[in-house]
């Protein structure tokens, strides 16, 4: 009979439920009663199957300029747009703001993108979040009015 190894065994699991953006609680917090990601966390995934012969929606992502500094992804009334950092950023780095018809992004004093939206947004159901390790600024738009948009910005 063989001896069993003595050497320890990697415990797995006890990660399910972080729905891919793994916020602590003080960011969920901070974003006034948003109840947590509500309903983003479908956004990472590919593409869902064509219903009925209805032509497929684009809802893959989309590189945001040709500077590479930002992607866009729509999925029904959600428009998810990632910021990917290198070297890593905190929540410090960070500047938002939120109109119905513009956004500003500014990470570290640089405005990574300042302009009018292809549509308009409800500005109280928009929120952004850091990844975990500050690798990623993801900003989370709703929109006023389903449908797709063409591009992110007009």
Same mark, same amino acid.
């Given at each position: 009979p063989r001896a069993a190894s003595s050497a320890p065994q990697p415990q797995m699991g006890g990660m399910g439920g972080m729905g891919g953006f793994g916020m602590d609680m003080g960011m969920q917090q901070s974003m006034g009663g948003m109840g947590g990601m509500g309903g983003m966390g479908g956004m990472m995934g590919g593409k869902g199957g064509g219903g !009925?012969?209805?032509?497929?929606?684009?809802?893959?992502?989309?590189? !945001?300029?040709?500077? !590479?500094?930002?992607?866009?992804? /729509?999925?029904?009334?959600?428009?998810?747009?990632?910021?990917?950092?290198?070297?890593?950023i905190t929540k410090k780095d960070i500047s938002v703001k939120f109109?119905?018809?513009?956004?500003?992004?500014?990470?570290? !004093?640089?405005?990574?993108?300042?302009?009018?939206?292809?549509?308009?947004?409800?500005?109280?159901?928009?929120?952004?979040?850091?990844?975990?390790?500050?690798?990623?600024? /993801?900003?989370m738009l709703t929109k006023q009015k389903e449908g797709e948009w063409g591009s992110l910005m007009a």
């Open positions: !009925g012969g209805a032509p497929e929606k684009d809802d893959s992502e989309k590189a !945001g300029d040709a500077s !590479g500094k930002w992607h866009w992804q /729509q999925k029904g009334e959600e428009i998810q747009v990632r910021f990917p950092q290198d070297p890593a109109k119905r018809t513009s956004l500003t992004v500014s990470i570290k !004093g640089e405005t990574v993108m300042d302009g009018l939206l292809e549509s308009t947004v409800e500005v109280d159901e928009c929120t952004w979040c850091l990844a975990p390790g500050g690798v990623e600024l /993801q900003v």
